[in-house]
């Protein structure tokens, strides 16, 4: 696809502006991508004016996936702002135009609108996130592991979860062949 019209990324962080405010936080030109703090009760109607609008067409869903900063920042948690949260990056091949969104979730009860009505893409990344990080998909049709068993305890890419330490046994057999003809361990 031939680039319509390159869009310039400040005169499309005004207009997101325009049209939702408040509703973003932190919206800004970062590394030339569109960067941007999304509620997740909006989450949804800003993803689809992001695919739709014209000027914007992000039609392209690059990744999405958990991020969990629950150790970075000042020492007292509550001044973190957003310990954990869903990164998705959008392109638009049309305008070269790059959109990141931030969507922080409740550690305590992390819930996000599902996206896969929007980009099919989205399916696999949903699960994934959530089998690793425990980030609930509203509306996603099946949230089943992709990796781990059904029986596995925790989530892998939180910051929380401990590695189990391994247990350090004798060796069950001898060690050289000399202590093998000796008879001995």
């Known amino acids: 696809m031939a680039i319509l019209e390159r869009v310039d990324v400040e005169q499309a962080r005004a207009h997101l502006d325009g049209e939702f405010g408040h509703r973003l936080t932190n919206l800004r030109v970062n590394f030339g991508q569109l960067d941007m703090t999304v509620p997740p009760h909006d989450y949804v109607e800003v993803v689809t004016f992001l695919r739709d609008a014209s000027g914007f067409r992000l039609r392209f869903f690059t990744f999405l996936s958990g991020v969990d900063r629950s150790e970075f920042g000042p020492e007292d948690a509550e001044e973190r702002p957003h310990p954990l949260e869903v990164l998705i990056h959008l392109y638009s091949p049309e305008h070269v135009l790059h959109a990141n969104l931030h969507v922080p979730v409740d550690p305590a009860d992390p819930r996000c609108p599902s996206i896969t009505d929007l980009f099919a893409g989205a399916l696999w990344h949903e699960r994934e996130t959530h ?55």
């Open 131 to 185: 089998e690793m990080f425990g980030i609930d998909f509203e509306g996603h049709p099946g949230l089943v592991n992709l990796y781990l068993p059904e029986d596995f305890e925790g989530r892998p890419l939180l910051k929380s979860f401990k590695l189990p330490s391994r247990v350090v046994k004798a060796w069950p057999g001898a060690k050289d062949p000399e202590e093998a003809a000796a008879g001995g361990r």
